[in-house]
């Protein structure tokens, strides 16, 4: 059986997973911050870690981070209520193995533990569109800017009015 623990600051909401996973995995411990979870993990040597994004004394990121420098064999899966690719793409960079957002269903929760399990990804088609679409759409950045530009933008940066003339 899969070994799981639970990192989350809301009691019902671990309740809720335990019930959804019943049966299918074993819950081998819970944590509400992310300094407790540091510290219970290794001890429970869990094969999953399902992890709150938005905890109370650090994110689920940097304890993602951490986890991985000291668990490296540890298979992240975020359950969070953020559901914008950004976090997504944070926590898979931070060592994560794969993000769901609390609106799942509960088909999807237990596909998505058996797939991380397995040492797979896991990401919700809809999640991994938008993540696509967030990667072939470019916000402008310094890069579009002529010299020209660039040369205004960091005059205007030392306090120079915009009334000054600039010759090139």
């Known amino acids: 059986m899969i070994r799981v623990f639970l990192v989350d600051d809301h009691p019902v909401v671990r309740a809720g997973?335990?019930?959804?996973?019943?049966?299918?995995?074993?819950?081998?411990?819970?944590?509400?911050?992310?300094?407790?979870?540091?510290?219970?993990?290794?001890?429970?040597?869990?094969?999953?870690?399902?992890?709150?994004?938005a905890l109370p004394d650090m994110d689920g990121i940097q304890v993602a981070e951490k986890l991985k420098a000291l668990y490296p064999e540890a298979r992240l899966l975020a359950l969070s209520m953020y559901a914008e690719p950004e976090y997504a793409e944070r926590f898979l960079q931070a060592g994560g193995s794969?993000?769901?957002?609390?609106?799942?269903i509960e088909q999807e929760l237990e596909?998505?533990?058996?797939?991380?399990?397995?040492?797979?990804?896991?990401?919700?088609?809809s999640?991994?569109?938008?993540?696509?679409?967030?990667?072939?759409?470019r916000k402008p950045g310094p890069e579009v800017l002529t010299e020209r530009e660039l040369m205004v933008v960091r005059y205007l940066a030392q306090g120079l009015s915009g009334r000054v003339r600039i010759y090139v």
């Open 111 to 125: 596909d998505a533990v058996l797939a991380v399990a397995r040492g797979e990804h896991y990401l919700p088609q």
């Open 17 to 53: 997973i335990r019930y959804l996973l019943q049966g299918k995995v074993e819950i081998v411990g819970e944590a509400e911050t992310g300094q407790e979870a540091l510290l219970k993990i290794p001890q429970s040597r869990p094969q999953v870690v399902i992890l709150d994004i």
């Open 98 to 104: 794969g993000y769901l957002s609390k609106e799942a």
């Open 127 to 137: 999640l991994l569109y938008r993540m696509i679409q967030a990667q072939t759409v």
